[in-house]
């Protein structure tokens, strides 16, 4: 079982489940504080902000703190004295049972695995939201509270996401939802409206570090993390895993002679994911967009922002000098977004849609030069 894929876990750090330090995320840390030592503790919570910043950690943050909490008499979401963090002892049993995934007071929602492939579903059925009713039904333990922690809900398709409304709209009692979303603006209207917002931001070059270190404590933290992972702690760390930094530098290589390529560095990178896996085509089409974007925004960009690749500041004053410049490659960031998107949905050839979007690119500087 340790062996199938988890849709919540990124492939060679600890889950989120196991991380006891949260770094950056004390404003939301307080609010739920403050709704617990008051009483007034909403049935659900919508956890949002960008991909890899710590929200998951945060739910089973949250999670461990409210399953480990004695009750008063007037409610299971009340406290009998108030507190003043929610940070629990790794000691604590409902910590070791988290960890060990056997705490019956929580259940965790997320994209299942399919039987015959053993592979992760690319969707949250509706299914698998109907198993929480079973979840309900049984009888609560230890202080008598329940937690369900959905991650994510992006990944619910229609059917999924109705049968979850239905579960909002009549919440169980005594218990509690934490819905985990990296694009909110996606979810529905409906949904959102019977859920707190618990908004979580992209963490400081500071922070990010600090919670690096402690999930890679054996890798050493590039400055170029900072401008290429956008406060994404979980960003960083797959482009470490995945050799990104390697890859960005390639293509800012790659684009340094614009407005022409080199034939053969073009031919290296675009045939570099004809036999890999989907992860690292969908890796260097994120750095493509990345890089794009960054060249986008260079000409009113601070010049102390770091520099993600050696070379980078020389290829952006060439290419974007000027605001003309940068609106013509922000549409070229658009532009090569979609067809990257539409490409993937067609099952096109990898390495074909890298060297048509080099390509493209190519074309782009020469007008952009004239």
């Known amino acids: 079982m340790n062996d199938l894929p988890e849709s919540d876990r990124i492939s060679g750090v600890a889950h989120p489940k196991d991380n006891d330090l949260l770094f950056g995320h004390s404003i939301a840390e307080a609010q739920v504080l403050e709704a617990f030592n008051s009483s007034r503790m909403q049935h659900a919570w919508m956890i949002t902000g960008p991909k890899g910043i710590g929200k998951a950690s945060l739910a089973y943050k949250i999670a461990r703190f409210l399953l480990a909490q004695h009750s008063s008499d007037k409610s299971l979401f009340a406290t009998t004295s108030p507190t003043t963090s929610l940070q629990i002892s790794q000691d604590n049993p409902v910590a070791i049972r988290i960890r ?87 979810i529905l209207p409906t949904i959102k409206s019977r859920c707190r917002k618990l908004a979580c931001h992209p963490l400081s070059p500071k922070d990010m570090q600090a ?73 260097l089409l994120g750095l493509f967009n990345i890089f794009l974007a960054r060249l986008a925004r260079s000409s009113v960009a601070a010049k102390s922002e770091y520099q993600a690749a050696l070379g980078e500041r020389e290829v952006f004053a060439k290419l974007c000098p000027d605001k003309t410049a940068a609106n013509h490659w922000a549409n070229i960031q658009l532009e090569l977004g979609e067809q990257a998107r539409q490409g993937k949905t067609a099952n096109l050839d990898p390495s074909s849609l890298i060297l048509d979007m080099c390509l493209k690119i190519e074309e782009s500087a020469a007008q952009a030069s004239r």
Not at 130 to 142: D, K, N, P, W, Y
Not at 157 to 168: F, G, H, Q, Y
């Open 100 to 186: 060990a995934g056997s705490e019956p007071g929580l259940y965790v929602l997320k994209r299942p695995i399919e039987e015959k492939t053993s592979k992760l579903k690319t969707v949250i059925t509706v299914d698998t939201v109907r198993q929480l009713r079973r979840f309900f039904e049984i009888t609560a333990s230890g202080n008598g509270r329940r937690v369900v922690i959905i991650d994510c809900v992006d990944d619910m398709n229609a059917n999924a996401a109705n049968a979850l409304l239905k579960v909002l709209e009549e919440p169980p009692e005594n218990a509690l939802l934490l819905l985990v979303t990296h694009q909110p603006s996606l």
């Open 211 to 283: 919670a690096f270190q402690k999930i890679l404590p054996n890798h050493n933290f590039d400055p170029s993390l900072v401008a290429l992972a956008n406060g994404s702690v979980g960003q960083a760390t797959e482009l470490i895993l995945k050799n990104g930094l390697e890859t960005y530098a390639e293509i800012v290589a790659l684009f340094h002679t614009l407005p022409k390529l080199d034939r053969t560095k073009l031919l290296k990178l675009a045939n570099s994911v004809g036999n890999k896996s989907e992860g690292s085509f969908d890796q």
